[in-house]
C-alpha cells in the first residue's frame, strides 16, 4: 500500500506544532509496516499549496491517503476529497483526527471511503488498510465507518494502544526546515523563536475528565505512558541527527504519574544528557521537590491549566484551585529556573469580565506568563452542526 497523509489547508494566525509532530509525525511511523511508501503533505503550517496536493495526488500512485479533520480545516477537506476523485478515483480516502471521534457522523455527507471514528487514529487507518490487503474481514476491524455499496458499515469500537506501540515521529518523512523557518517568521507560536522544536507524546489519557477539554472523550480517562530508556534513547538520536534545541513533552499532564517523573529525570541525569525541555501538567500534581528534580533534569517552561479565579467560572468548569497554591507553585518555578506558563480561559460560563481581569491581573502579579484561549464546550458539539459552526470550536490560543 502506498499512502499520502495530508494535513489540510487553512488560515491561522497561532500555530503549535506539538500537534504536526504527533498527530502526522507519529501516526506515519506506526504505519510504516503496513505500507510500501509513506508520504506527508503539511498545509497546516503553510508548508504546502493546493497545487502541491494536486500534483501529488495525481501522480503519486497512492492506494489510500489520509486526511487529517482539525476544526480549522472542515472546508478544505471536502476540496481534497473532491481532487481525490477526479484525479486518482481509485484511490481511497479515510479521514481521521479529534473532530471525526467527536461527531463522527458529521462526515457521513461527504464522498469519503472510511472515518476513523473511536480509538487511536494510528490503529484505526492500519485496520482499513489490512482490510483493504484483504487482510482483516470487514467484521475483523474495529474503530471505523466504511462505506459499502449501500450504506455505512458502522464496526465495533477502535481500541487504545499500548504505549509500546505508539510510533514516534517520523522525523525523515516531517517538513522540518520548514518548521523551522516557521519558529523564525511568526511571533504567535507555542514554542519558542528562533529555537528548533521537537515534540512527541508521552501519554494520552486523562482521568481529570474536565467538560471543556476533548482528551478524555478522544483517547480514555485512562493514562497510558511511554516506557522511559526507549524515550530518552529517541531524544538522543533525534537531536543528535537533527539539531534540535529542546523538546516539548506531549502530554495532558505531565507530572500525573510521579515515580514515572522522578524515574526520567534521574535517567537524564544518569546518562548524562543533556538537552532542555518543557511540559504541562496540573498545578495540584507538582510540588516543590517535583520542581528542583525536573529543573536539574533540564525543564525550563512548565504550562499550568489555571483557566480563571472567579469562583462562579470555576464552579461551571468543576476546577478549584487555591491562590495560594498557585502563587507558591509560581515562585518556586521561577526560583528554579523554570518559566511558569498559565493557560486562562474567557467567555467561562459563569465568568465575568471583571473576573477574567481580575485573574489576569493576578497572575501576571505572582509572576506567571499568560496564555489565554476561549472557553470551548466540546460537550455541546453535535453530527447535525454546519460546517462553520463545528469550525468555530477551534481552540487558539494567545498571549496576553
Not at 484483504?134 to 450504506?151: M, P, V
Not at 522525523?171 to 511571533?187: A, G, R, S
Not at 516539548?248 to 504519574?257: E, H, I, N, Q, V
Request: hydrophobic share 35%; net charge positive; charged share 30%.
Amino acid at each position: 500500500m502506498n499512502l499520502l497523509i495530508i494535513w489540510p489547508q487553512y488560515k491561522t494566525s497561532y500555530f503549535n506544532l506539538c500537534y504536526h509532530y504527533t498527530r502526522l509525525g507519529e501516526v506515519a511511523d506506526y504505519l510504516k509496516d503496513v505500507c510500501r511508501k509513506i508520504k506527508i503533505i503539511d498545509c497546516g503550517v503553510l508548508a504546502a499549496s493546493w497545487k502541491d496536493v494536486e500534483n501529488e495526488i495525481k501522480n503519486g500512485d497512492y492506494d489510500v491517503v489520509a486526511v487529517l479533520n482539525d476544526f480549522l480545516a472542515i472546508e478544505s477537506i471536502k476540496k481534497i476529497i473532491k481532487l481525490c476523485k477526479q484525479e486518482s478515483p481509485k484511490t481511497k480516502i479515510i479521514t481521521y483526527g479529534e473532530v471525526s471521534s467527536l461527531i463522527p457522523n458529521f462526515f457521513r455527507k461527504y464522498n469519503l471511503d472510511a472515518i476513523v471514528y473511536s480509538g487511536d487514529w494510528e490503529d484505526g487507518i492500519k485496520n482499513y488498510i489490512e482490510y483493504l490487503n484483504r487482510k482483516r474481514k470487514i467484521t475483523e476491524i474495529t474503530g471505523l465507518y466504511i462505506r459499502t455499496t449501500s450504506y455505512w458499515f458502522v464496526t465495533p469500537k477502535g481500541g487504545l494502544l499500548d504505549p509500546s506501540k505508539w510510533g514516534f515521529p517520523a522525523l525523515d518523512l516531517l517538513p522540518l526546515n520548514d518548521y523551522f523557518n516557521l519558529y523564525k517568521k511568526y511571533k504567535n507560536i507555542a514554542g519558542i523563536r528562533n529555537k528548533k522544536e521537537l515534540a512527541l507524546t508521552i501519554s494520552k489519557g486523562c482521568p481529570f475528565n474536565c467538560p471543556f477539554c476533548n482528551i478524555p472523550r478522544i483517547f480514555g480517562t485512562r493514562e497510558r505512558r511511554r516506557e522511559i530508556k526507549t524515550t530518552l534513547n529517541y531524544i538522543r538520536n533525534a537531536i543528535s541527527d537533527y539539531n534540535f534545541d529542546y523538546v516539548s513533552m506531549f502530554s495532558p499532564t505531565f507530572t500525573l504519574d510521579r515515580q514515572w517523573v522522578i524515574k526520567f529525570c534521574r535517567e537524564i541525569k544518569k546518562r548524562k544528557l543533556n538537552f532542555e525541555w518543557k511540559c504541562v501538567t496540573s498545578i495540584n500534581c507538582i510540588d516543590e521537590k517535583l520542581i528542583k528534580l525536573m529543573a536539574d533534569a533540564g525543564c525550563f517552561r512548565i504550562g499550568f491549566g489555571i483557566e480563571s479565579l472567579e469562583k462562579s467560572a470555576q464552579e461551571n468548569i468543576k476546577k478549584h484551585i487555591n491562590e495560594n497554591v498557585i502563587e507558591q507553585t509560581i515562585k518556586k518555578c521561577k526560583e528554579n529556573g523554570i518559566e511558569p506558563l498559565c493557560f486562562l480561559m474567557e467567555n467561562i460560563p459563569g465568568e465575568t469580565e471583571e473576573g477574567l481581569k481580575h485573574t489576569v491581573e493576578k497572575i501576571r502579579a505572582m509572576g506567571g506568563i499568560i496564555r489565554v484561549s476561549d472557553y470551548t464546550p466540546f460537550q455541546n458539539l453535535n453530527d447535525d452542526m454546519s460546517e462553520k459552526e463545528v469550525m468555530s470550536y477551534d481552540k487558539r490560543q494567545r498571549f496576553l
